[in-house]
Nanobody, 121 residues
Framework: VQLVESGGDSVKSGGSLRLSCAAH????????FRWYHQAPGKQRTQVAS??????YYADSVKGRFTISRNNAKNTVYLQMNNLKPEDTGVYYC?????????????????WGQGTQVTVSA
């Protein structure tokens, strides 16, 4: 399973971006997924997730970030509005993905490659 991220960019404070994370595998179906933020010089922290139908947002992004999915495209999204300089960093998706392999369904956990978001004041 491969997760491919896109959508990172440089924006000014108050701007918006939409990050995408697409699963690539035979018959891939994304189940639970999570988005993480790694600020420069800091540890990776979870900012949002969808697990077993429950949605979670970190306090720092509540009301500004929204997660969604398009099952037909095997893709999940992180809509980021009213961006702040402290949102700067690399964003990673992590997902549990069902896929079809050698006549059977398997599940794997995978990470995206990360996408850079830079927010200037």
């Amino acid at each position: 399973v491969q997760l491919v991220e896109s959508g990172g960019d440089s924006v000014k404070s108050g701007g918006s971006l939409r990050l995408s994370c697409a699963a690539h595998a035979n018959g891939a179906v994304i189940q639970d997924f999570r988005w993480y933020h790694q600020a420069p010089g800091k540890q990776r922290t979870q900012v949002a997730s969808s697990t077993s139908g429950n949605i979670y947002y970190a306090d720092s992004v509540k009301g500004r970030f929204t997660i969604s999915r398009n099952n037909a495209k095997n893709t999940v999204y992180l809509q980021m509005n009213n961006l702040k300089p402290e949102d700067t960093g690399v964003y990673y998706c992590n997902a549990d993905v069902d896929y079809y392999y050698l006549g059977d369904w398997e599940e794997d956990n995978a990470w995206g490659q990360g996408t850079q978001v830079t927010v200037s004041a």
